[in-house]
């Protein structure tokens, strides 16, 4: 995702991470990374769990992407078949759905 922000933000999409982690940990993720987007504290899971990729069994988020519109639906979802396979994030960008 990282590499390809520069293509995320023509089309007007903002991009942000969620994680389990507390904030110090996504910070320094942040960091080591270089992102330039969040990663967002969930220490619960309960944003997680609401867009329905908790793993209980892991207490982690299943890999998964979403576009979310400005008035805040959700537009599209990818879900990873496994934990060690990502969404590609050309993939996402070839899939994205129309401009509303």
């Known amino acids: 995702m990282h590499s390809k ?42 944003t997680i769990k609401a867009f329905g990729v908790f793993d209980p069994d892991t207490e982690i988020a299943w890999p998964s992407i979403f576009i979310i519109g400005k008035d805040g639906t959700v537009l599209k979802r990818w879900l990873a078949d496994t934990y060690s396979q990502r969404v590609a994030t050309d993939d996402v960008l070839r899939d ?3 401009a509303p």
């Open 5 to 46: 922000q520069a293509d995320f933000t023509r089309l007007d999409l903002g991009l942000a991470a969620i994680s389990v982690d507390e904030v110090p940990a996504g910070r320094a993720m942040v960091e080591k990374l270089g992102l330039g987007f969040p990663i967002v504290a969930d220490p619960t899971g309960a």
């Open 96 to 98: 994205l759905p129309p």
